[in-house]
């Protein structure tokens, strides 16, 4: 475990963002670490597709939206 030197503005922004997603603030940096770094390496996939990817990994079931 390191520490890593932030933008007192990036880690205000990191307090807020995970208010809102019901993280602590370290599980926050690490969720945009690792969306970052994939994003990174598949340059051509879309966010939703990279959050897809980590649930198949993860053998996520993820549940079709009903179309009526």
């Not at 940096?29 to 966010?47: D, H, Q, R, V």
């Not at 959050?51 to 009903?66: N, S």
């Amino acid at each position: 475990m390191g520490i890593v030197k932030i933008d007192d503005a990036l880690h205000e922004e990191l307090r807020r963002a995970s208010t809102v997603m019901c993280r602590s603030i370290n599980a926050q940096a690490e969720y945009w670490m690792k969306i970052g770094m994939l994003a990174e390496a598949n340059p051509t996939a879309s966010f939703n597709e990279i959050v897809r990817m980590q649930f198949a990994a993860a053998k996520v079931r993820i549940p079709e939206l009903a179309h009526g």
